[in-house]
């Protein structure tokens, strides 16, 4: 059985079923049931749902039942058994469903943010290879009839076009195998950890991250407290959402200050978690009794202000690599060409 953790669409997928289903009065057991009939067999989905089934089949909870496949956020885990508890199943579900469906829309935009450069990347890295390997060649042998050599920048690029034509097959394979080795890293939680970190040393990176960490959380503080938590345990849960370590540290702050004595408001403040504006919002709901409201149209603000800073780092990047590919291309061929012409004007 399958063991890889759900994608943010497939647990907004499966948590929307299941708000439907206990909406319509279905129990969790045959809401289960209802879904095997409408997956295909010997699929990852059908043996997914046949475990939660066989699960309460023989008597167990539908948290533990979850829990015991091992593919949902320990996040989902403890909201569900909260809904469970509570008898409010359903409105969880809902709003697992949305909030999981955010956290796909802000995934499927950075994806859609990296795709542009990674192919202009991609492009500038085969129009440098075609002309150290296939043209620079072609000016060599004119230079050599010529009676004289390249020299300087051109010389040395001539002379890894020799080692990448003599060496091609190694190199296709070696670059294989870095790929995978890559591929296979990147799926390692440690390892996205580390990347994270080293990526926070860059500032406009870290603006970027410390805005969907904000984001998230808003939006896992809209959910635990219309789910009925209070402040407290909904940073509890929260802390492993966030995914940022300044935001953890942050969150601890504001723990602390409640354990202080101090009022939720007052220790949003001081942990700065959110920007003045922000903070301002949420001290007037937690002072009005509507937070879970107010978070709300703060992650609304954050998800479209994250949409804002990505639209802002693709409109630099597409100039800044066109302009990088043209500078490199101009700096070979005129490492060519201005030599050419020096010698063809002594010839004439």
């Known amino acids: 059985m399958a ?3 759900l994608s943010n669409r497939e647990i907004a997928s499966f948590c929307s079923q299941m708000f439907y289903l206990l909406q319509a009065g279905i129990t969790p057991m045959n809401g289960m049931e209802i879904l095997l009939q ?21 008597g167990g909870s539908f948290a533990t039942a979850i829990k015991s496949t091992g593919r949902f956020p320990e996040y989902v885990l403890s909201m569900i058994a909260l809904g469970e508890e509570s008898g409010h199943l359903s409105d969880i579900m809902r709003s697992l469903a949305e ?13 859609d943010a990296l795709r542009y450069p990674l192919i202009m990347v991609g492009m500038m890295i085969l129009v440098v290879l075609v002309l150290i390997v296939k043209v620079l060649p072609i000016f060599n042998q004119v230079f050599s009839q010529l009676g004289t050599q390249m020299t300087g920048f051109a010389a ?16 296709i394979i070696g670059l294989a195998v870095v790929i995978v080795f890559m591929i296979c890293l990147s799926r390692s939680k440690a390892v996205k950890t580390g990347f994270r970190c080293f990526l926070g040393l860059f500032p406009f ?4 991250s410390d805005s969907i960490a904000s984001g998230r959380f808003a939006s896992g503080m809209a959910l635990t407290l219309s789910s009925g938590l209070d ?5 509890d849960l929260i802390h492993e959402l966030v995914e940022n370590k300044t935001m953890e540290k942050k969150i601890d702050k504001c723990k602390a200050l409640l354990q202080e004595g101090n009022t939720f408001a007052d ?33 609304a603000h954050y998800e479209e202000d994250t949409d804002d800073k990505i639209r802002s780092i693709i409109s630099t990047l597409e100039p800044t690599l066109v302009i990088v590919l043209s500078l490199f291309v101009g700096l070979i061929l005129l490492s060519v060409i201005l030599p050419l012409m020096g010698i063809m004007s002594a010839i004439g």
Do not use: W
Request: glycine share 2%; charged share 25%; net charge neutral.
């Open 267 to 299: 220790s949003l403040k001081k942990s700065a978690i959110f920007s003045a504006f922000y903070t301002q919002m949420a001290v007037i709901g937690f002072k009005a009794g509507s937070l879970d409201a107010v978070m709300q149209k703060i992650a």
């Open 99 to 111: 909030y999981y469906e955010r956290e796909e829309e802000i995934s499927k935009s950075i994806r």
């Open 205 to 208: 990176y870290r603006r970027f």
């Open 231 to 235: 402040t407290y345990e909904s940073l």
């Open 38 to 58: 409408d997956t295909e067999r010997n699929t990852a989905t059908h043996e997914l749902i046949e475990q939660i089934f066989d699960t309460c089949m023989e």
């Open 156 to 171: 040395q690029l001539l002379r890894v076009s020799d080692a990448l034509s003599r060496y091609s097959v190694a190199l």
């Open 3 to 5: 063991t890889k953790p």
